[in-house]
């Protein structure tokens, strides 16, 4: 019973660890950049203050 459960745990371990890096490429493929309808807007660097982009 104890080795069921240690082929089952690695198992369980390997298919996850897998699937990990077939899934999060597909998803980071799929981002697009997102549409956004203001009239102004403001994008500054939160560490130095340096305003990073701009809209009027």
Do not use: C, E, H, N
Not at 5 to 11: A, D, E, N, S, V
Not at 12 to 36: D, E, M, Q, R, Y
């Amino acid at each position: 019973m104890m080795r069921f459960k240690k082929t089952l745990l690695i198992g369980t371990a390997t298919i996850g660890l897998a699937s990990s890096f077939t899934v999060a490429p597909a998803l980071a493929a799929t981002t697009t950049t997102p549409k956004i309808a203001v009239k102004a807007a403001i994008a500054v660097d939160s560490s130095t203050g340096q305003i990073v982009s701009q809209k009027y």
